[in-house]
């Protein structure tokens, strides 16, 4: 059974950076993509940044330049650094992964930016 073990996220001031990470529960080669994705209260729930198996990473427009999504394939983690942080970041940030035709989430970890 895959887990996906998220840490990091809490509050921080706009402007400023966080970082969130995400443990796989076995090799993160044997992932066809991995990524996070947010959810604010009320909206859906958005693609951040993925990065594929051949580690091309893609970004929504919203994060572009801030965000970097990056991999530890020594320790199966997947990394999120946050920079420039912005109210409108606030959400709870969630890791996905995708094996096959299955896919795989994090426990979810709230991100708050005031401002």
């Known amino acids: 059974q895959v887990q996906l073990v998220q840490s990091g996220g809490g509050l921080v001031q706009a402007g400023g950076s966080l970082r969130l990470s995400c443990a796989a529960s076995?090799?993160?080669?044997?992932?066809?993509?991995m990524g996070w994705y947010r959810q604010a209260p009320g909206k859906q729930r958005d693609l951040v940044a993925i990065i594929t198996s051949d580690s091309n990473p893609k970004y929504a427009d919203s994060v572009k330049g801030r965000f970097t999504i990056s991999t530890d394939t020594a320790k199966n983690m997947v990394y999120l650094q946050m920079n420039s942080l912005k109210p409108e970041d606030t959400a709870v940030y969630y890791c996905?992964?995708?094996?096959?035709?299955?896919?795989?989430w994090g426990q979810g970890t709230q991100v708050t930016v005031s401002s």
């Open positions: 076995g090799s993160i080669f044997s992932f066809n993509v």
């Open positions: 996905h992964a995708v094996r096959g035709r299955t896919d795989y």
